[in-house]
T-cell receptor, first 113, second 114 residues
Framework: SQQGEEDPQALSIQEGENATMNCSYK?????LQWYRQNSGRGLVHLIL?????REKHSGRLRVTLDTSKKSSSLLITASRAADTASYFC?????????????FGEGTQLTVNP | ETGVTQSPTHLIKTRGQQVTLRCSSQ?????VSWYQQALGQGPQFIFQ???????GRGNFPPRFSGLQFPNYSSELNVNALELDDSALYLC?????????????FGPGTRLTVL
């Protein structure tokens, strides 16, 4: 079963706007990761945030993590048409890097030119 | 490009048949995980291989089996195919070690069961 739920399921915005996607999960985690998927192909790792971190930045991406609420958000600033993709959060529960990832259902982001 | 390759890209099978999917991990990575992604859903963990041994399994029946070879490449075998096995199958490689690390995904194999 899926660990997380993502909100919204679909998001459509104009180029230049910011996009915010949310993820909730059910059990305690070691870290949470965000991935991007274009057109049903492979997933690309975007950012990883550890359970003892609250916020992390990478370029136009900002991720927050609230372990008390078991939730995370991904903010993409100044969106571009090329950001159109599905975005998934994934939780990891083990201490080692090989631990399984439990994915949410994903958010389909459409950025209109 | 992550350096993880999968073959074939697409595959069509009929119910009851058997299928083998292949994955070559990124250079230096010793752990391979397999995921099933049904249309419109997130990937679900099937199992993971580390140093040629199964190292964790998700909620999949025994007809899903796998292998990892000394060069860390891997196979996913599915016997007695069912219509619900139609999905994108993703493999991901990583380097086992202490501390969280990203997994590197291949482009996937799209399996259609008729």
């Amino acid at each position: 079963s899926q660990q997380g739920e993502e909100d919204p399921q679909a998001l459509s915005i104009q180029e230049g706007e910011n996009a915010t996607m949310n993820c909730s999960y059910k059990t305690s985690i070691n870290n949470l990761q965000w991935y991007r998927q274009n057109s049903g192909r492979g997933l690309v790792h975007l950012i990883l945030i550890r359970s003892n971190e609250r916020e992390k930045h990478s370029g136009r991406l900002r991720v927050t993590l609230d372990t008390s609420k078991k939730s995370s958000s991904l903010l993409i600033t100044a969106s571009r048409a090329a950001d159109t993709a599905s975005y998934f959060c994934a939780t990891a529960h083990g201490e080692t890097s090989g631990s399984r990832l439990t994915f949410g259902e994903g958010t389909q982001l459409t950025v209109n030119p | 490009e992550t350096g993880v390759t999968q073959s074939p890209t697409h595959l069509i099978k009929t119910r009851g048949q058997q299928v083998t999917l292949r994955c070559s991990s990124q250079s230096g990575h010793n752990t391979v995980s397999w995921y099933q992604q049904a249309l419109g859903q997130g990937p679900q963990f099937i199992f993971q291989y580390y140093r040629e041994e199964e190292n964790g399994r998700g909620n999949f029946p025994p007809r899903f089996s796998g292998l990892q070879f000394p060069n860390y490449s891997s196979e996913l075998n599915v016997n007695a195919l069912e219509l619900d096995d139609s999905a994108l199958y993703l493999c991901a490689s990583s380097l086992a070690g202490w501390g969280p690390r990203e997994q590197f995904f291949g482009p996937g194999t799209r399996l259609t069961v008729l």
